[in-house]
């Protein structure tokens, strides 16, 4: 089966680093995407990786490696309004999307 | 990035009632459209997925007469729930993607309460 795990609930403090991990076993690969979603709204694309390696885009960076089926999202000083929840996705042979539950991103002050 | 409007935001409707909401893409075609439901701290679940011109494909255990989908044009889609019921109570939205780009762009949901 199609599985893409991730932590439930994370919890950093404003101004730190915090790492998202993604593992995911699917049927084909044509990409991993990451989305950030507030509560009570749709999610916002953030990033998207096919090739392994980091892919950086201002405070947000995300890392992936098919060979272990893995990926993380890291971010960087953290704000107040980085307080959401964090999914994972990975395209599969089909060009479906296949979503991981989300991870819960408490910032702290 | 490329805009999807979706629309009402929220809307509460009676049980037994029909409710649509429409998915537009403002500024680009959207050869696929993809609709989900998620429920209070859970995950996004794909429904069902729209090809431009040609019949929805329903995700398992989602019945294709109480969830209407139609995608006539490239730029719209719509979601009709018909006979509503409570349980079906949720945050729908739509996704949309071109035959350009990878990635998808979400609509911004809408809340469907049903009394």
């Known amino acids: 089966g199609q599985n893409i795990d991730q932590p439930t609930e994370m919890t950093a403090t404003e101004g730190a680093i915090v790492q998202i991990n993604c593992t995911y076993q699917t049927s084909g690969f044509n990409g991993l995407f990451w989305y950030q979603q507030h509560a009570g709204e749709a999610p916002t694309f953030l990033s998207y990786n096919v090739l392994d390696g980091l892919e950086e885009k201002g405070r947000f960076s995300s890392f992936l490696s098919r060979s272990k089926g893995y990926s993380y999202l890291l971010l960087k000083e953290l704000q107040m309004k980085d307080s959401a929840s964090y999914l994972c996705?990975?395209?599969?042979?089909?060009?479906?999307?296949?979503w991981g539950a989300g991870t819960k991103l408490i910032i702290k002050p | 990035g490329a805009v999807v409007s979706q629309h009402p935001s929220r809307v509460i409707c009676k049980s037994g009632t029909s409710v649509k909401i429409e998915c537009r893409s403002l500024?680009?075609?959207?050869?696929?459209m993809f609709w989900y439901r998620q429920f209070p701290k859970q995950s996004l679940m794909l429904m069902a997925t729209?090809?431009?011109?040609?019949?929805?494909?329903?995700e398992q255990g989602v019945e294709k007469d109480k969830f209407l989908i139609n995608h006539a044009s490239l730029t719209l889609s719509t979601l009709t729930v018909t006979s509503a019921h409570p349980e079906d109570s949720s945050f729908y939205i739509c996704?949309?993607?071109?035959?350009?780009?990878?990635?998808?762009?979400f609509g911004q949901g809408t809340r469907l309460t049903v009394v």
């Open positions: 996704s949309a993607r071109s035959s350009l780009v990878t990635e998808a762009f």
């Open positions: 996705a990975v395209m599969d042979s089909n060009y479906q999307l296949i």
């Open positions: 729209s090809n431009e011109g040609s019949k929805a494909t329903y």
């Open positions: 500024d680009f075609q959207a050869t696929t």
